[in-house]
């Protein structure tokens, strides 16, 4: 695996994420989710196509994650 010479942005890249981890998937979904939605709407994604990009995930739960009701 290649790793950058420096630290990008003060972030090591010695060793990979674990995204398979459900610590590390809820540890990591508190600030994505926002975020998400955020680039979502700056890009002026339809709900649909945001959706798809979320894995094709029913209408409830996108809603519930937009809302910030359902924990990720």
């Keep these: ?3 950058l010479p420096e630290p990008l942005a003060g972030f090591a890249a010695d060793k990979p994420i674990d995204l398979s981890s459900k610590d590390v998937q809820e540890r990591l ?12 709407e700056a890009l002026h994604l339809r709900d649909e196509s945001a959706r798809q990009l979320l894995g094709g995930v029913s209408n409830g739960v996108f809603y519930q ?8």
């Design 1 to 3: 695996m290649a790793s």
């Design 65 to 72: 994650l937009k809302r910030g009701s359902k924990k990720s």
């Design 29 to 40: 979904s508190r600030s994505a989710v926002p975020a998400f939605f955020k680039l979502a």
